[in-house]
């Protein structure tokens, strides 16, 4: 049997993320696993009941593909799954993914994951959609969930500047999970792709959301957290991106937010890099040396570039009645000299004004 | 028989007294008396009313003495409309018309010395006034009639004249005269783009899901709302679009509004009984007269009153004067506004929405986000701006939220087209409906009327959710008047999403509704 008849096979009889059969396909092949589990009395006859043609065909007749190692769209960040240890008893490289949509998986290298909480707040949903325009504009694609919340706020981030985006469902790719976001999972299905580990017609199980969320840190080369609780499945992912060597990042909320508490957990653990928009994720992901960012710093004052006399010299120079030389100095502990040619190199500077009477600030030193 | 007493009615603010005009003609020194605490434009009735008399082609009895009494007399009374039923009982005192005649009948109307009636503004609270009292039967000047007729179960006469009163008394012929001019002159001035307010939908609002769900809150629960932002960010659009999502008024409500507008010479009795309720924006540079009422004589009620079971909406809210600013204080807790003056201290309804919105400083451009902050004002100007914002009256909102400036992702609409107008009043009316329901027996319509103590013992919060809101306030995030809003606003928000009460993820969206926290997205999910 074909490497891709077989895996479709092993597929409808595996659960997703199943370590120890996937680490067995990845190492042996899936013909050769194939033709072992057949000789299994259970599960060999319900592996030969399988008819992986017709599967095919029936999934080809809601629009999915079935992507496998080797395809040329096949995305190799799947691969390090191999080497990383599983998550809560879930692992290895996918047997294959259900793709539906126009979007080639292998367009997802470089791409980032945005993951966060479900009942995210609104603060934390438009940060998210933000990050995920600013990345998107920058050409790279964004992977996420297909929830509530922070998964939601990053595909219509992406959609508003036209970039590439992918949901990973937990769920059969042909399926709409939740329901209420049949409108964002059929604009992927048409614009981007929705991806699942999970064969079709498959159930959104709690557990294959565990499996689901190492396909989102493998198929990304970085993963943002924006808001999670403490109890949060973002927390997961963002465990994988750590497993799985990928960059990853946080946007830290109000110190006091629920909401917020788990991102701050991981930057604080020292896990996640804090970001606080998307022009940083960018500095993180890119190559040393790309979109390298300003250091942020306040305003310039035409004070900072004075020497430190200079300095001395001008706070002693009162605002309104002007003062002498003489009284300055005393003021300031200087010999006069000193304080007259200081006083007139800040006069050239634009700092002090000079009348009859003496020395006064000028207005440029206000500030 | 020289005696003879004739009712009409005195308004004080919107509590209308029924009063007694009794007439005694007998012999003595010739002249006319009026005693029973009656100011100027009253005393002047008596000129009125003889001439009225007189050119009407009726005796009025100028050989002997007329003393009128108006009884309850230590009332003080005011307004032209007091003539018709001083003349009406002078010509019964006199033998001209039955006395029996004017027995639970009231006249209101003022008289010109040809002996026609002038309209006059408040029939509509005094024909209330005098329907409560056990009064079946109105004579009204004619062009507010309709007004009168409001009121059910009450006989309106629109009449023209005195003649023509007489004439009804006596059960004869109704003479001709003239028609009576109509009170204002509202409809003289009309404009295109009038009716604007009508047109706006909330589907054309995008983006903004927080503030749009405060709304919302605010609508069904008639919750007083304070929105802040940047310029630009939809402030205005969106509370314009409040109105749309009120549902019609009901028949009580409508009648209040009526009699408002009655005391404010603007209603308009062909339009029939007001259905939509009211939306009042007056400008920042309004004086504290016209915005909580006032004026001489005869209080006129302010653009609070005005906005009664409806929207006040005061834009670039800490631009209007101070002294405005402290007096909304007493309408958004009460729901009414007294206006005291030396003779008299009268009440008014004042139980709209109030919407107050503000720029984050005096340029409209600071924003706590970093990277897309403009502003050009000093860190002093803004501090006096704030302190301008907050205080007493925020103390008094309900719900405060924070807009941020439109972003590119809020333009995406084929992901989730915005809802509209006509998708959330339906929310809107279902869940004024649990209200009324829940209230029928009491003296309020919406959980934001509802008195604190009777809510906190007859329809109290979980012990958890009390818990959250005992929290807040011993950290001190919360007052105690806060305490008792955020409890009325858990009410409404479980009210919007159909529940029997309000568990703790509705006190959880109430406090941050209260406080400016960020909603959770998923409360805003819950509701539609």
Same mark, same amino acid.
């Given at each position: 049997?074909?490497?891709?008849?077989?895996?479709?096979?092993?597929?409808?009889?595996?659960?997703?993320?199943?370590?120890?059969?996937?680490?067995?396909?990845?190492?042996?092949?899936?013909?050769?696993?194939?033709?072992?589990?057949?000789?299994?009395?259970?599960?060999?006859?319900?592996?030969?009941?399988?008819?992986?043609?017709?599967?095919?065909?029936?999934?080809?007749?809601?629009?999915?593909?079935?992507?496998?190692?080797?395809?040329?769209?096949?995305?190799?960040?799947?691969?390090?799954?191999?080497?990383?240890?599983?998550?809560?008893?879930?692992?290895?490289?996918?047997?294959?993914?259900?793709?539906?949509?126009?979007?080639?998986?292998?367009?997802?290298?470089?791409?980032?994951?945005?993951?966060?909480?479900?009942?995210?707040?609104?603060?934390?949903?438009?940060?998210?959609?933000?990050?995920?325009?600013?990345?998107?504009?920058?050409?790279?694609?964004?992977?996420?969930?297909?929830?509530?919340?922070?998964?939601?706020?990053?595909?219509?981030?992406?959609?508003?500047?036209?970039?590439?985006?992918?949901?990973?469902?937990?769920?059969?790719?042909?399926?709409?999970?939740?329901?209420?976001?049949?409108?964002?999972?059929?604009?992927?299905?048409?614009?981007?792709?929705?991806?699942?580990?999970?064969?079709?017609?498959?159930?959104?199980?709690?557990?294959?959301?565990?499996?689901?969320?190492?396909?989102?840190?493998?198929?990304?080369?970085?993963?943002?957290?924006?808001?999670?609780?403490?109890?949060?499945?973002?927390?997961?992912?963002?465990?994988?991106?750590?497993?799985?060597?990928?960059?990853?990042?946080?946007?830290?909320?109000?110190?006091?937010?629920?909401?917020?508490?788990?991102?701050?957990?991981?930057?604080?653990?020292?896990?996640?890099?804090?970001?606080?928009?998307?022009?940083?994720?960018?500095?993180?992901?890119?190559?040393?040396?790309?979109?390298?960012?300003?250091?942020?710093?306040?305003?310039?004052?035409?004070?900072?570039?004075?020497?430190?006399?200079?300095?001395?010299?001008?706070?002693?120079?009162?605002?309104?009645?002007?003062?002498?030389?003489?009284?300055?100095?005393?003021?300031?502990?200087?010999?006069?000299?000193?304080?007259?040619?200081?006083?007139?190199?800040?006069?050239?500077?634009?700092?002090?004004?000079?009348?009859?009477?003496?020395?006064?600030?000028?207005?440029?030193?206000?500030? | 028989?020289?005696?003879?007493?004739?009712?009409?009615?005195?308004?004080?603010?919107?509590?209308?007294?029924?009063?007694?005009?009794?007439?005694?003609?007998?012999?003595?020194?010739?002249?006319?008396?009026?005693?029973?605490?009656?100011?100027?434009?009253?005393?002047?009735?008596?000129?009125?009313?003889?001439?009225?008399?007189?050119?009407?082609?009726?005796?009025?009895?100028?050989?002997?003495?007329?003393?009128?009494?108006?009884? @309850?007399?230590?009332?003080?009374?005011?307004?032209?409309?007091?003539?018709?039923?001083?003349?009406?009982?002078?010509?019964?005192?006199?033998?001209?018309? @039955?006395?029996?005649?004017?027995?639970?009948?009231?006249?209101?109307?003022?008289?010109?010395?040809?002996?026609?009636?002038?309209?006059?503004?408040?029939?509509?609270?005094?024909?209330?006034?005098?329907?409560?009292?056990?009064?079946?039967?109105?004579?009204?000047?004619?062009?507010?009639?309709?007004?009168?007729?409001?009121?059910?179960?009450?006989?309106?006469?629109?009449?023209?004249?005195?003649?023509?009163?007489?004439?009804?008394?006596?059960?004869?012929?109704?003479?001709?005269?003239?028609?009576?001019?109509?009170?204002?002159?509202?409809?003289?001035?009309?404009?295109?783009?009038?009716?604007?307010?009508?047109?706006?939908?909330?589907?054309?609002?995008?983006?903004?899901?927080?503030?749009?769900?405060?709304?919302?809150?605010?609508?069904?629960?008639?919750?007083?709302?304070?929105?802040?932002? @940047?310029?630009?960010?939809?402030?205005?659009?969106?509370?314009?679009?409040?109105?749309?999502?009120?549902?019609?008024?009901?028949?009580?409500?409508?009648?209040?509004?009526?009699?408002?507008?009655?005391?404010?010479?603007?209603?308009?009795?062909?339009?029939?009984?007001?259905?939509?309720?009211?939306?009042?924006?007056?400008?920042?540079?309004?004086?504290?007269?016209?915005?909580?009422?006032?004026?001489?004589?005869?209080?006129?009620?302010?653009?609070?009153?005005?906005?009664?079971?409806?929207?006040?909406?005061?834009?670039?809210?800490?631009?209007?004067?101070?002294?405005?600013?402290?007096?909304?204080?007493?309408?958004?807790?009460?729901?009414?506004?007294?206006?005291?003056?030396?003779?008299?201290?009268?009440?008014?309804?004042?139980?709209?929405?109030?919407?107050?919105?503000?720029?984050?400083?005096?340029?409209?451009?600071?924003?706590?986000?970093?990277?897309?902050?403009?502003?050009?004002?000093?860190?002093?100007?803004?501090?006096?701006?704030?302190?301008?914002?907050?205080?007493?009256?925020?103390?008094?909102?309900?719900?405060?939220?924070?807009?941020?400036?439109?972003?590119?992702?809020?333009?995406?609409?084929?992901?989730?087209?915005?809802?509209?107008?006509?998708?959330?009043?339906?929310?809107?009316?279902?869940?004024?409906?649990?209200?009324?329901?829940?209230?029928?027996?009491?003296?309020?319509?919406?959980?934001?009327?509802?008195?604190?103590?009777?809510?906190?013992?007859?329809? @109290?919060?979980?012990?958890?959710?009390?818990?959250?809101?005992?929290?807040?306030?011993?950290?001190?995030?919360?007052?105690?008047?806060?305490?008792?809003?955020?409890?009325?606003?858990?009410?409404?928000?479980?009210?919007?999403?159909?529940?029997?009460?309000?568990?703790?993820?509705?006190?959880?969206?109430?406090?941050?509704?209260?406080?400016?926290?960020?909603?959770?997205?998923?409360?805003?999910?819950?509701?539609?």
């Amino acid at each position: 049997m074909a490497d891709r008849l077989a895996r479709v096979a092993l597929a409808k009889v595996a659960e997703p993320g199943n370590p120890r059969l996937l680490d067995l396909v990845t190492d042996l092949g899936a013909e050769v696993v194939h033709a072992r589990l057949l000789q299994h009395d259970e599960l060999g006859q319900r592996l030969a009941e399988i008819e992986p043609e017709r599967e095919l065909d029936a999934a080809a007749r809601q629009g999915v593909r079935f992507v496998v190692p080797g395809d040329e769209e096949w995305p190799s960040g799947l691969d390090d799954l191999r080497s990383a240890d599983p998550v809560q008893e879930r692992g290895g490289v996918p047997i294959g993914l259900w793709v539906r949509g126009p979007l080639r998986l292998s367009r997802l290298e470089g791409s980032l994951a945005v993951v966060g909480s479900r009942s995210s707040t609104t603060d934390g949903a438009d940060l998210a959609a933000d990050l995920a325009a600013t990345v998107g504009r920058a050409g790279r694609a964004i992977v996420s969930g297909a929830a509530y919340g922070i998964d939601h706020a990053a595909h219509r981030g992406a959609i508003t500047v036209g970039a590439p985006t992918v949901a990973v469902l937990a769920c059969g790719a042909d399926r709409v999970y939740p329901a209420k976001h049949q409108q964002l999972i059929d604009h992927l299905a048409a614009q981007g792709a929705v991806v699942s580990e999970t064969v079709p017609g498959g159930a959104p199980m709690r557990v294959r959301f565990l499996s689901r969320n190492r396909l989102i840190a493998a198929l990304s080369v970085g993963t943002v957290v924006v808001e999670a609780a403490l109890r949060s499945g973002a927390l997961n992912t963002a465990n994988w991106a750590t497993r799985l060597n990928r960059q990853l990042m946080g946007v830290p909320g109000p110190v006091t937010s629920a909401q917020s508490a788990g991102v701050h957990q991981v930057i604080r653990s020292g896990a996640a890099t804090l970001v606080t928009s998307g022009e940083e994720v960018l500095e993180l992901l890119g190559a040393v040396g790309e979109h390298v960012l300003d250091q942020p710093r306040g305003k310039d004052r035409p004070r900072d570039a004075l020497s430190h006399v200079q300095r001395r010299v001008l706070d002693a120079v009162p605002v309104s009645r002007s003062a002498t030389s003489r009284s300055i100095a005393r003021v300031v502990g200087l010999a006069v000299d000193e304080v007259h040619t200081t006083l007139q190199a800040l006069e050239r500077s634009g700092m002090v004004e000079c009348d009859e009477d003496g020395w006064r600030l000028a207005a440029l030193a206000h500030d | 028989m020289p005696f003879a007493t004739a009712h009409t009615v005195s308004l004080h603010g919107a509590v209308g007294h029924l009063i007694d005009v009794q007439t005694d003609v007998s012999p003595g020194q010739v002249g006319v008396t009026m005693v029973g605490r009656a100011d100027t434009t009253i005393n002047e009735a008596r000129d009125r009313c003889r001439m009225a008399i007189i050119n009407s082609g009726l005796d009025w009895p100028a050989t002997r003495r007329i003393t009128i009494l108006l009884s @309850p007399a230590d009332l003080l009374k005011s307004g032209t409309h007091f003539d018709l039923a001083v003349a009406v009982s002078v010509l019964a005192a006199a033998g001209s018309v @039955p006395a029996s005649s004017l027995a639970q009948t009231v006249f209101i109307g003022e008289l010109t010395l040809d002996g026609n009636l002038r309209a006059s503004a408040g029939v509509l609270p005094m024909v209330m006034a005098a329907a409560e009292r056990g009064v079946r039967a109105v004579f009204v000047p004619e062009p507010q009639a309709g007004e009168a007729s409001m009121v059910p179960d009450m006989s309106v006469v629109g009449v023209r004249s005195l003649s023509q009163v007489v004439a009804v008394l006596r059960q004869e012929e109704i003479p001709e005269a003239p028609p009576v001019a109509p009170m204002s002159g509202a409809r003289l001035l009309a404009w295109r783009g009038q009716e604007r307010l009508d047109e706006l939908d909330l589907a054309d609002l995008l983006g903004i899901a927080d503030a749009r769900f405060a709304v919302e809150v605010a609508a069904a629960g008639g919750h007083h709302l304070l929105l802040s932002g @940047p310029k630009g960010c939809g402030k205005t659009s969106l509370v314009e679009r409040i109105q749309g999502i009120l549902p019609d008024l009901t028949r009580d409500e409508s009648l209040e509004v009526s009699a408002i507008r009655s005391l404010a010479g603007t209603l308009d009795p062909g339009e029939g009984f007001p259905t939509r309720p009211p939306f009042s924006a007056p400008h920042h540079d309004a004086s504290k007269a016209s915005l909580i009422g006032g004026g001489f004589g005869v209080v006129r009620p302010g653009e609070v009153s005005k906005a009664h079971t409806g929207v006040l909406f005061l834009d670039e809210f800490p631009l209007f004067r101070a002294d405005v600013i402290e007096a909304l204080r007493q309408p958004l807790e009460n729901g009414d506004v007294t206006i005291a003056r030396r003779d008299e201290s009268v009440t008014l309804p004042a139980r709209g929405m109030v919407v107050l919105a503000a720029n984050p400083c005096p340029c409209g451009d600071y924003s706590g986000d970093v990277t897309n902050n403009r502003c050009t004002c000093r860190e002093t100007q803004r501090r006096d701006y704030r302190n301008k914002v907050t205080g007493p009256v925020t103390d008094r909102v309900d719900i405060v939220r924070n807009l941020r400036p439109l972003r590119t992702h809020d333009l995406v609409t084929d992901l989730e087209p915005a809802e509209s107008s006509a998708v959330v009043r339906r929310r809107v009316e279902a869940a004024r409906d649990r209200q009324a329901e829940r209230y029928a027996e009491e003296s309020w319509r919406l959980n934001g009327h509802a008195p604190g103590p009777v809510l906190r013992e007859r329809w @109290p919060l979980t012990k958890a959710g009390q818990q959250a809101v005992d929290k807040r306030v011993y950290d001190g995030k919360l007052s105690r008047r806060g305490a008792t809003r955020v409890h009325r606003l858990a009410w409404t928000v479980a009210d919007l999403r159909g529940l029997e009460h309000p568990g703790l993820d509705e006190v959880d969206t109430a406090l941050r509704l209260r406080t400016g926290d960020p909603l959770l997205v998923s409360m805003i999910e819950r509701a539609s």
